[in-house]
Protein backbone atom coordinates (compact mmCIF):
# COMPACT_ATOMS: atom_id res chain seq x y z
CA UNK A 1 0.00 0.00 0.00
CA UNK A 2 1.34 3.55 -1.13
CA UNK A 3 0.88 6.27 1.87
CA UNK A 4 0.14 9.36 1.05
CA UNK A 5 -0.41 12.87 2.88
CA UNK A 6 -2.89 15.49 1.82
CA UNK A 7 -2.28 18.87 3.46
CA UNK A 8 -5.54 21.08 2.22
CA UNK A 9 -5.34 24.48 3.24
CA UNK A 10 -5.41 27.85 1.97
CA UNK A 11 -1.94 28.38 2.31
CA UNK A 12 -2.41 32.12 2.10
CA UNK A 13 0.33 31.90 2.01
CA UNK A 14 2.21 28.99 2.69
CA UNK A 15 4.57 28.76 5.28
CA UNK A 16 7.65 27.10 7.38
CA UNK A 17 4.59 26.05 10.14
CA UNK A 18 2.98 24.13 6.99
CA UNK A 19 6.03 22.43 5.77
CA UNK A 20 7.70 21.84 9.17
CA UNK A 21 4.17 19.70 9.76
CA UNK A 22 4.22 17.95 6.55
CA UNK A 23 7.58 16.92 7.24
CA UNK A 24 7.43 15.46 10.20
CA UNK A 25 4.01 13.91 9.65
CA UNK A 26 5.88 12.17 6.71
CA UNK A 27 8.59 11.06 8.88
CA UNK A 28 6.37 9.90 11.84
CA UNK A 29 3.88 7.66 9.64
CA UNK A 30 6.38 6.77 7.36
CA UNK A 31 4.20 8.42 3.99
CA UNK A 32 5.79 8.09 0.68
CA UNK A 33 4.70 11.44 -0.45
CA UNK A 34 2.84 14.56 0.75
CA UNK A 35 0.11 16.12 -1.51
CA UNK A 36 -0.41 20.18 -0.55
CA UNK A 37 -3.84 21.09 -2.15
CA UNK A 38 -4.55 24.76 -1.93
CA UNK A 39 -8.77 25.12 -1.18
CA UNK A 40 -10.58 27.12 -4.03
CA UNK A 41 -12.98 29.14 -2.17
CA UNK A 42 -12.88 28.03 1.10
CA UNK A 43 -16.24 27.35 2.99
CA UNK A 44 -15.25 28.74 6.69
CA UNK A 45 -12.77 31.85 6.02
CA UNK A 46 -14.95 35.14 5.30
CA UNK A 47 -12.75 37.90 4.16
CA UNK A 48 -10.59 38.03 1.29
CA UNK A 49 -8.13 35.30 0.04
CA UNK A 50 -5.31 35.69 -2.36
CA UNK A 51 -6.03 35.00 -5.68
CA UNK A 52 -6.11 30.41 -5.62
CA UNK A 53 -3.75 31.11 -8.27
CA UNK A 54 -1.39 33.44 -6.82
CA UNK A 55 -2.14 30.45 -3.56
CA UNK A 56 -1.01 27.20 -5.63
CA UNK A 57 1.91 29.00 -7.06
CA UNK A 58 3.43 29.94 -3.66
CA UNK A 59 2.89 26.01 -2.69
CA UNK A 60 4.69 24.67 -5.70
CA UNK A 61 7.48 27.28 -5.27
CA UNK A 62 7.56 26.03 -1.18
CA UNK A 63 7.32 22.77 -1.72
CA UNK A 64 9.73 22.39 -5.30
CA UNK A 65 13.14 21.28 -3.67
CA UNK A 66 11.43 18.78 -1.65
CA UNK A 67 11.31 15.03 -3.70
CA UNK A 68 8.30 14.06 -1.37
CA UNK A 69 6.06 17.00 -1.79
CA UNK A 70 3.48 18.25 -4.22
CA UNK A 71 1.18 20.22 -4.95
CA UNK A 72 -2.59 19.32 -6.65
CA UNK A 73 -5.31 21.73 -8.03
CA UNK A 74 -8.17 19.94 -7.55
CA UNK A 75 -9.78 22.21 -4.67
CA UNK A 76 -8.62 25.19 -6.93
CA UNK A 77 -10.27 23.56 -10.11
CA UNK A 78 -13.58 22.34 -8.57
CA UNK A 79 -16.20 25.08 -8.80
CA UNK A 80 -17.49 26.29 -5.69
CA UNK A 81 -16.37 26.33 -1.96
CA UNK A 82 -13.99 23.53 -1.06
CA UNK A 83 -15.12 20.78 1.08
CA UNK A 84 -12.44 18.20 2.67
CA UNK A 85 -14.96 15.64 1.85
CA UNK A 86 -14.78 16.28 -1.89
CA UNK A 87 -10.68 16.74 -1.80
CA UNK A 88 -10.51 12.60 -0.40
CA UNK A 89 -13.47 11.55 -2.99
CA UNK A 90 -11.22 13.39 -5.54
CA UNK A 91 -8.30 11.43 -4.30
CA UNK A 92 -9.81 8.53 -3.58
CA UNK A 93 -10.68 8.23 -7.13
CA UNK A 94 -7.39 9.39 -8.41
CA UNK A 95 -5.44 7.37 -6.49
CA UNK A 96 -7.28 4.19 -6.14
CA UNK A 97 -7.89 1.25 -3.54
CA UNK A 98 -3.56 0.87 -3.19
CA UNK A 99 -3.31 4.47 -1.70
CA UNK A 100 -4.27 4.92 1.78
CA UNK A 101 -5.26 8.71 2.29
CA UNK A 102 -3.35 10.01 5.48
CA UNK A 103 -5.17 14.12 5.96
CA UNK A 104 -3.01 15.67 7.81
CA UNK A 105 -4.80 18.92 9.72
CA UNK A 106 -3.78 21.35 12.69
CA UNK A 107 -5.31 20.29 15.87
CA UNK A 108 -7.25 23.49 15.69
CA UNK A 109 -8.82 22.83 12.54
CA UNK A 110 -9.85 18.94 13.40
CA UNK A 111 -11.57 20.36 16.27
CA UNK A 112 -13.34 22.21 13.85
CA UNK A 113 -14.09 19.08 11.98
CA UNK A 114 -16.81 17.74 14.37
CA UNK A 115 -19.17 20.53 13.70
CA UNK A 116 -19.33 19.70 9.32
CA UNK A 117 -21.27 17.49 7.73
CA UNK A 118 -20.15 13.92 7.24
CA UNK A 119 -17.94 13.28 9.47
CA UNK A 120 -18.41 9.64 9.02
CA UNK A 121 -17.76 9.82 5.44
CA UNK A 122 -14.19 11.13 6.24
CA UNK A 123 -13.20 9.27 8.12
CA UNK A 124 -13.72 6.14 6.29
CA UNK A 125 -11.72 8.25 3.11
CA UNK A 126 -9.17 8.69 5.32
CA UNK A 127 -6.62 8.72 8.43
CA UNK A 128 -6.72 12.03 10.30
CA UNK A 129 -3.63 13.36 11.69
CA UNK A 130 -3.90 16.77 13.57
CA UNK A 131 -1.05 18.74 14.25
CA UNK A 132 -0.62 20.58 17.53
CA UNK A 133 1.23 23.84 17.76
CA UNK A 134 1.24 26.50 20.16
CA UNK A 135 -1.66 27.77 21.76
CA UNK A 136 -4.11 25.00 20.09
CA UNK A 137 -5.39 22.07 21.96
CA UNK A 138 -8.25 20.03 21.60
CA UNK A 139 -10.45 20.61 23.92
CA UNK A 140 -13.18 17.64 22.80
CA UNK A 141 -11.46 14.75 21.67
CA UNK A 142 -15.01 12.82 20.81
CA UNK A 143 -13.10 11.39 17.78
CA UNK A 144 -13.57 8.17 16.65
CA UNK A 145 -11.09 5.78 17.74
CA UNK A 146 -8.54 4.72 14.95
CA UNK A 147 -9.29 6.84 11.93
CA UNK A 148 -7.83 9.94 14.15
CA UNK A 149 -3.79 10.52 15.51
CA UNK A 150 -2.88 13.35 17.45
CA UNK A 151 1.17 14.52 16.94
CA UNK A 152 3.11 17.59 17.95
CA UNK A 153 5.15 18.70 15.78
CA UNK A 154 8.47 20.88 16.51
CA UNK A 155 6.75 23.80 17.85
CA UNK A 156 6.48 27.00 14.92
CA UNK A 157 3.95 29.35 16.24
CA UNK A 158 3.92 30.82 12.57
CA UNK A 159 0.28 31.18 10.57
CA UNK A 160 -0.77 33.05 7.84
CA UNK A 161 -2.63 35.77 9.27
CA UNK A 162 0.61 36.72 11.45
CA UNK A 163 2.96 36.83 7.50
CA UNK A 164 -0.41 38.85 6.09
CA UNK A 165 -0.47 41.21 9.35
CA UNK A 166 3.27 41.66 9.06
CA UNK A 167 3.51 42.35 5.21
CA UNK A 168 0.59 45.01 5.54
CA UNK A 169 2.23 46.54 8.29
CA UNK A 170 6.07 46.65 6.09
CA UNK A 171 7.46 43.96 8.75
CA UNK A 172 9.81 41.23 7.49
CA UNK A 173 8.58 38.02 6.91
CA UNK A 174 11.93 36.36 6.36
CA UNK A 175 12.17 32.84 7.24
CA UNK A 176 8.87 32.77 8.74
CA UNK A 177 8.31 31.90 4.91
CA UNK A 178 10.65 30.04 2.43
CA UNK A 179 12.60 33.36 0.68
CA UNK A 180 11.01 32.25 -2.76
CA UNK A 181 7.63 33.26 -0.74
CA UNK A 182 9.04 37.04 0.40
CA UNK A 183 10.04 37.36 -3.31
CA UNK A 184 6.84 35.87 -4.73
CA UNK A 185 4.50 38.02 -2.12
CA UNK A 186 6.97 41.33 -3.48
CA UNK A 187 7.05 40.78 -7.00
CA UNK A 188 3.10 40.31 -6.97
CA UNK A 189 2.11 42.61 -4.25
CA UNK A 190 -0.10 40.91 -2.27
CA UNK A 191 -0.85 41.51 1.21
CA UNK A 192 -0.08 45.05 1.32
CA UNK A 193 -3.07 47.38 0.71
CA UNK A 194 -5.06 45.21 3.47
CA UNK A 195 -5.41 44.07 7.33
CA UNK A 196 -5.46 40.15 7.26
P1 LIG B 1 -4.63 31.47 8.84
O1 LIG B 1 -3.83 32.23 9.84
O2 LIG B 1 -5.06 32.30 7.65
O3 LIG B 1 -5.75 30.67 9.44
P2 LIG B 1 -2.90 29.17 8.83
O4 LIG B 1 -1.51 29.56 9.17
O5 LIG B 1 -3.71 28.52 9.89
O6 LIG B 1 -3.64 30.40 8.18
P3 LIG B 1 -3.99 27.42 6.86
O7 LIG B 1 -3.78 27.49 5.40
O8 LIG B 1 -5.29 27.78 7.43
O9 LIG B 1 -2.82 28.26 7.54
O10 LIG B 1 -3.53 26.01 7.40
C1 LIG B 1 -3.53 24.80 6.69
C2 LIG B 1 -3.34 23.69 7.70
O11 LIG B 1 -2.07 23.81 8.35
C3 LIG B 1 -4.38 23.76 8.81
O12 LIG B 1 -4.76 22.43 9.10
C4 LIG B 1 -3.64 24.39 9.95
O13 LIG B 1 -4.18 24.00 11.20
C5 LIG B 1 -2.22 23.86 9.76
N1 LIG B 1 -1.21 24.77 10.29
C6 LIG B 1 -1.12 26.09 10.09
N2 LIG B 1 -0.05 26.63 10.71
C7 LIG B 1 0.58 25.60 11.33
C8 LIG B 1 1.77 25.50 12.15
N3 LIG B 1 2.50 26.58 12.47
N4 LIG B 1 2.11 24.27 12.62
C9 LIG B 1 1.35 23.19 12.31
N5 LIG B 1 0.23 23.20 11.55
C10 LIG B 1 -0.15 24.40 11.06
MG1 LIG C 1 -5.76 28.51 10.05
Keep these: MRRLGIMGGTFDPIHHGHLVAASEVAHVFALDEV??????????????????EDRYLMAVIATASN????????????PGPTYTVDTLRDMRELHGPG????????ADALAKML???????LFE?????GCTRPGHRLTDPGLPNGRVSLMEVPALSISSTE???????????????PDG?????????????RAA
Design 35 to 52: VFVPTGRSSHKEGRVAAA
Design 67 to 78: PRFSVSRIDIDR
Design 99 to 106: TELFFITG
Design 115 to 121: TWHDTDE
Design 125 to 129: LAHFI
Design 163 to 177: CRDRVHAGEPIWYLV
Design 181 to 193: IVQYINKRVLYRD
